[in-house]
């Protein structure tokens, strides 16, 4: 069983960035492939991008791809997504999901989340 907590939402200018993390308890947060969605207004949960259990790979959505970037710190049990070059069409709730499996786009593939943060991106 993993329990993730989210932090760092917020709004944002058009242009601006943020970091969002993601820390892990109850269960080793290495053993566990890590991934990141979000849910715009109005729209269904779509895949962010993820990493592997020891951050060797990492996976991208290509709406976010070249802005957005994936890392963990397995000693301190957190993951982080931080956002650059944000675009008012990045405004949702963004979610962080571990897997027991490997490291893959569909919600599915996933096994625990976090409670979700708001991003907005103002134009």
């Known amino acids: 069983q993993v329990q993730l907590v989210q932090s760092g939402g917020g709004s944002v200018q058009a242009g601006g960035s943020l970091r969002l993390s993601c820390a892990a308890s109850?269960?080793?947060?290495?053993?566990?492939?890590m991934g990141w969605f979000r849910r715009a207004p109005g729209k269904e949960r779509e895949f962010v991008g993820g990493i592997t259990w020891n951050g060797d790979y990492t996976l991208y959505a290509d709406s976010v791809k070249g802005r957005f970037t994936i890392s963990r710190d397995n000693a301190k049990n957190i993951q982080y997504l931080n956002m650059t070059t944000l675009k008012p069409e990045d405004t949702a709730v963004y979610y962080c999901?571990?897997?027991?499996?490997?490291?893959?786009?569909?919600?599915?593939?996933?096994?625990?989340w976090g409670q979700g943060t708001q991003v907005t991106v103002s134009s």
């Open positions: 109850g269960r080793t947060f290495s053993s566990y492939a």
């Open positions: 999901a571990a897997a027991r499996t490997q490291l893959g786009r569909a919600s599915s593939n996933y096994d625990y």
